[in-house]
């Protein structure tokens, strides 16, 4: 059985992303901050018997845990950082802000990718998807520097997939915003928040929050390989919300 990799699988996209592979036949295997406590993986191993969660936590470790489960051929970089961390002033910040943004949002992805290529390359071709965000295209007066990031990670996946074309190994990138998530629109906040409501009434044509299986549809076609030439690309994931 193929293997799907999947970090952060309890944040942003991860549910999606995970529950999409699963259902497309992956094995797939799991990675989240909190899979260090032992009785967190097995609660989360008893909860969702189609996955598999590893207690790694650096990029390498991470990869070289999943190919213990078979030839990892997927790879969902789900990149985030908590909802305090995104929308800081940007006059007067110190640098160690952008440089914990930088280090979340742009060097794991990076060692995640550097640590999958060998095995891809040798394995004949992969899939690896970066989440990432729309800010990465429109950026923020309020979140500068978390703008500034997601854009650096995209730059390098569009990058990364010219260079590691030749060796079948697809790279894209999706841009979330008004999307229903557990790290930045939990669910419930829809129907509470009428602020909220108001403000996707003004801003997205599509006049509400994208879904996480809607998400996962997404994924599991850029993961399945089946159009090989869509490599290098940024899907904005708005409800139009991107031009």
């Avoid at 640590?115 to 071709?125: E, F, L, Q, S, V």
């Avoid at 690896?128 to 990670?153: C, D, F, N």
């Avoid at 006049?207 to 997404?218: P, S």
Wanted: proline share 7%; charged share 15%; aromatic share 8%.
């Amino acid at each position: 059985m193929t293997v799907a990799l999947v970090t952060n699988v309890t944040q942003y996209a991860g549910p999606a992303g995970a529950t999409a592979l699963a259902a497309d036949g992956f094995r797939v295997v799991c990675h989240d901050e909190t899979f260090t406590d032992a009785d967190v993986r097995g609660k989360f191993a008893a909860e969702n018997p189609g996955l598999t969660p590893i207690a790694e936590q650096d990029p390498a470790a991470v990869f070289a845990a999943a190919g213990e489960h078979g030839s990892v051929e997927v790879v969902v970089s789900n990149d985030y950082v908590p909802p305090a961390a995104v929308q800081n002033p940007f006059e007067g910040a110190p640098l160690s802000d952008l440089e914990y943004l930088m280090r979340e949002l742009v060097y794991r992805p990076f060692e995640l990718i550097q640590a999958a290529t060998p095995a891809m390359k040798a394995g004949g071709g992969g899939r690896i998807i970066l989440m990432t965000s729309a800010v990465a295209v429109r950026p923020l007066a309020t979140a500068v520097l978390y703008s500034s990031a997601r854009a650096a990670a995209t730059t390098m996946m569009t990058a990364a997939a010219k260079a590691l074309g030749e060796h079948n190994i697809q790279l894209n990138a999706i841009g979330p915003n008004w999307f229903e998530n557990p790290t930045y629109f939990p669910p419930g906040l829809w129907e509470s928040d009428a602020d909220l409501r108001a403000t996707v009434a003004k801003e997205v044509p599509l006049q509400r929050l994208g879904q996480q299986d809607e998400m996962g549809a997404l994924i599991a076609f850029l993961a399945s390989g089946k159009s090989t030439p869509v490599t290098g690309q940024f899907f904005g994931f708005t409800g139009g919300w991107l031009p």
